[in-house]
């Protein structure tokens, strides 16, 4: 059973950082495009960042570069956002979502996705 657990999320001051984790299991997030995506109150859900393991390929958002880092660990098969010098329109719900191969710069749209986790939220204070 495929299943994308996020973990993490919470309280932060502007400026500050904060690291969200999502636990995979029932396949090989290597194999994968493993993406995080937010959606703030009356926003559109959008595309943070996502990462290709096999094809060595990390994409971000325009408005997160510089700032937001995903990596994955295989050992854990977990895949981590690493988030810093966060801002308050950063404050959404954050999903983790996994596709099966490589997207490459298709990689932001939601609609590719098959599996999600169930969202942790994140919000900076100014």
């Known amino acids: 059973e495929v299943q994308l657990v996020e973990s993490g999320g919470g309280l932060v001051q502007a400026g500050g950082s904060l690291r969200l984790s999502c636990a995979a299991s029932g396949f090989t997030a290597a194999f994968y495009t493993m993406a995080w995506f937010r959606q703030a109150p009356g926003k559109e859900r959008e595309g943070v960042a996502a990462?290709?393991?096999?094809?060595?390929?990390?994409y971000y958002a325009d408005s997160v570069k510089g700032r937001f880092t995903i990596s994955t660990d295989s050992a854990k098969n977990t895949v981590n956002l690493q988030m810093n010098s966060l801002k308050p329109e950063d404050t959404a719900v954050y999903y983790c979502?996994?596709?099966?191969?490589?997207?490459?710069?298709?990689?932001?749209?939601?609609?590719?996705?098959?599996?999600w986790g169930q969202g942790t939220q994140v919000t900076v204070s100014s």
């Open positions: 979502a996994a596709v099966d191969g490589y997207r490459g710069m298709s990689w932001y749209h939601d609609w590719l996705y098959d599996y």
């Open positions: 990462i290709s393991v096999k094809h060595d390929g990390t």
